[in-house]
């Protein structure tokens, strides 16, 4: 959609894009302040989503570049982005549901 040469199908698409990056970041905050305990909520959040942001968000670049030099295919790239959302997803999976617990 966001090669189509005209406007409103380029506005559609970029607003699809808007509606699942606000339903990610409007959960997400929410999911990860449930999972750790007041005591130590702040420091296991800050500590854990930068280390895992740093690691794996520092090294993608260096990662996809391998995969295209050894696989010679320029949708490497999408396959390593579909291996960590097919992991986020079995994270997700595995949360429990703490709606009628109270927070500790």
Same mark, same amino acid.
Request: aromatic share 8%; net charge neutral; glycine share 8%.
């Given at each position: 959609?966001? +090669?189509?040469? +005209?406007? %409103?199908?380029?506005?559609? /698409?970029?607003?699809?894009?808007?509606? &699942?990056? /606000? =339903?990610?970041?409007?959960?997400?905050?929410?999911?990860?302040?449930?999972?750790?305990?007041?005591?130590?909520?702040?420091?296991?959040?800050?500590?854990?989503?930068?280390?895992?942001?740093?690691?794996?968000?520092?090294? %993608?670049?260096?990662?996809?570049?391998?995969?295209?030099?050894?696989? +010679?295919?320029? =949708?490497?790239?999408?396959?390593? &982005?579909?291996?960590?959302?097919? &992991?986020?997803?079995?994270?997700?999976?595995?949360?429990?549901?703490?709606?009628?617990?109270?927070?500790?």
């Amino acid at each position: 959609m966001l +090669h189509h040469p +005209h406007f %409103t199908v380029i506005l559609l /698409g970029q607003m699809g894009f808007a509606v &699942l990056i /606000g =339903l990610f970041l409007g959960a997400g905050p929410a999911t990860m302040v449930e999972v750790f305990p007041a005591r130590v909520r702040c420091s296991a959040l800050s500590v854990g989503y930068n280390l895992c942001l740093g690691v794996l968000g520092g090294t %993608t670049p260096l990662v996809v570049t391998y995969l295209i030099a050894r696989s +010679h295919d320029d =949708l490497s790239p999408a396959f390593y &982005l579909m291996a960590a959302a097919a &992991l986020s997803l079995a994270v997700i999976l595995s949360l429990r549901e703490t709606a009628t617990v109270p927070l500790k």
